[in-house]
């Protein structure tokens, strides 16, 4: 299998136009856009019968294992304008400690912290960035909680497209460094995800960037649709019955429920598609309330709070997209504690040896509860979601100090 392949090879594609995810509206390809006439996000659609005539599933075992193998459902007209970094497809790790304990017959974690920049926002980046240099758009902005931006930051850069990144002024200090160390200029703001969009809203016109903001633009959704995809093709293409995700802005839910849509389309797959499950913190659970009331928006959070800084997020523009999901799918959205999301953490680390974000630790601790009210049983087959990589967090204290001309040999075995 050639590793560049994915990369070098120029395939055709097929996006048809640009629809409204509200009203249906269509829109011409191939031009500049952000949010619809009516201020809702806009979907990629492709001509799913030409896909169908000219690539079969099993031809994608002679590509390259990484992102780009995809290259007939996603927008990138022209080869090089690939701005890539090496998104591997990422592993499903098995949990069988845990799935012993549980009485289940099998539980997979599909690890996202494997990506360029340690995080699944590498997904959207690459394609968002990809597209930028396509329409020739230069400067780029964007709010981030941190993983977000980093992954702006490190694909701007090596597309030669100028970024700025505006944080929430607690956002961890790894990731305000990390956003700048790749090239970005970042800017702590003192309030939260959806203030700093503000600023880089209002900075569009004065500033000349391209609003990069979550489903602002429609191409970081086709990013994030990978992971769908690759889900399918890992499990040959049979897909699992529950999937929880970490819900914040929703990009990847909506995505996945996007690609399990386009894939039921071209045959792929076939069979009743997983239940979406949107996890959240409690201090911060706008979707978990609208799908509670019943409602087809969420109101804004107020006092949001965390230690999942990544799922953060007050008010979402997508929310009408993520609940359509949940209901479409049969699912449902859950909240969890900060203490069930440590403990959560803490128990894959020690009984697994998976190191995991908060954000990743929250959607077992989500299964747990959803295990224990009934809402999934021991013979679904279920997917966590873990959206980064546990070493950008940081950790409890530990180690001991011993004398090294004299250790204490019964603090270490008690230990």
């Known amino acids: 299998m050639r590793s560049d392949l994915s990369l070098t090879t120029d395939r055709p594609t097929f996006v048809a136009h640009l629809e409204c995810s509200e009203t249906g509206?269509?829109?011409?390809?191939?031009?500049?856009?952000?949010?619809?006439?009516?201020?809702?996000?806009?979907?990629?659609?492709?001509?799913l019968d030409g896909v169908a005539r000219t690539v079969a599933p099993e031809a994608l075992d002679a590509r390259s294992p990484d992102l780009w193998r995809y290259r007939e459902l996603?927008?990138?007209?022209?080869?090089?304008?690939i701005t890539s970094l090496g998104e591997t497809m990422t592993p499903l790790v098995d949990l069988p400690s845990v799935a012993g304990r549980l009485g289940?017959?099998?539980l997979l974690v599909k690890d996202e912290g494997r990506l360029p920049t340690g995080s699944f926002k590498a997904r959207g980046m690459t394609v968002a960035v990809s597209m930028a240099r396509e329409l020739g758009i230069r400067r780029l902005a964007m709010p981030s909680n941190g993983n977000a931006g980093a992954a702006l930051a490190a694909y701007a850069t090596r597309a030669g497209l100028e970024a700025y990144v505006f944080v929430p002024e607690d956002t961890p200090e790894v990731n305000v460094r990390e956003i700048a160390h790749a090239g970005a200029k970042v800017f702590r703001v003192d309030g939260l995800i959806d203030e700093?969009?503000?600023?880089?809203?209002?900075?569009?016109?004065?500033?000349?960037?391209?609003?990069?903001?979550?489903?602002?633009?429609?191409?970081?959704?086709?990013?994030?649709?990978?992971?769908?995809?690759?889900?399918?093709?890992?499990?040959?293409?049979?897909l699992p019955d529950v999937i929880f995700y970490p819900t914040g802005g929703g990009t990847g839910l909506i995505g996945m429920?996007?690609?399990?849509?386009?894939?039921?389309?071209?045959?792929?797959?076939?069979?009743?598609?997983?239940?979406m499950v949107a996890v959240q913190a409690a201090g911060c659970a706008p979707i978990v309330k609208a799908w509670r009331d019943g409602a087809t928006h969420a109101e804004r959070w107020e006092d949001a709070h965390t230690i999942a800084a990544g799922i953060r997020v007050p008010a979402a523009i997508g929310d009408f997209l993520i609940l359509r999901a949940l209901r479409e799918s049969g699912g449902f959205a859950i909240d969890v504690p900060d203490g069930e999301i440590?403990?959560?953490?803490?128990?894959?680390?020690?009984?697994?040896?998976?190191?995991?974000?908060?954000?990743?630790?929250?959607?077992?601790?989500?299964?747990?509860?959803?295990?224990?009210?009934?809402?999934?049983?021991?013979?679904?087959?279920?997917?966590?979601?873990?959206c980064g990589n546990g070493?950008?967090?940081?950790?409890?204290?530990?180690?001991?100090?011993?004398?090294?001309?004299?250790?204490?040999?019964a603090l270490i075995a008690d230990s």
């Open 342 to 386: 440590v403990e959560a953490s803490r128990e894959l680390g020690s009984v697994e040896g998976l190191m995991t974000s908060p954000e990743g630790a929250a959607t077992y601790a989500a299964y747990l509860r959803a295990l224990a009210e009934g809402l999934v049983s021991t013979e679904d087959r279920v997917v966590l979601f873990n």
């Open 391 to 409: 070493l950008k967090y940081p950790l409890p204290a530990a180690g001991r100090r011993i004398d090294k001309t004299a250790p204490d040999w």
């Open 74 to 81: 996603l927008p990138v007209r022209h080869t090089e304008h």
């Open 196 to 238: 700093a969009g503000r600023i880089v809203a209002e900075g569009t016109e004065r500033m000349g960037w391209f609003d990069l903001s979550t489903l602002k633009e429609p191409y970081r959704i086709e990013g994030k649709k990978t992971m769908g995809l690759e889900l399918a093709e890992q499990l040959g293409w049979e």
């Open 25 to 47: 509206t269509r829109y011409p390809p191939d031009r500049i856009y952000g949010l619809s006439d009516v201020g809702k996000p806009l979907l990629v659609r492709y001509d």
């Open 257 to 275: 429920w996007k690609a399990f849509e386009e894939l039921r389309t071209l045959g792929w797959t076939t069979g009743r598609p997983p239940r």
């Open 104 to 106: 289940v017959a099998r």
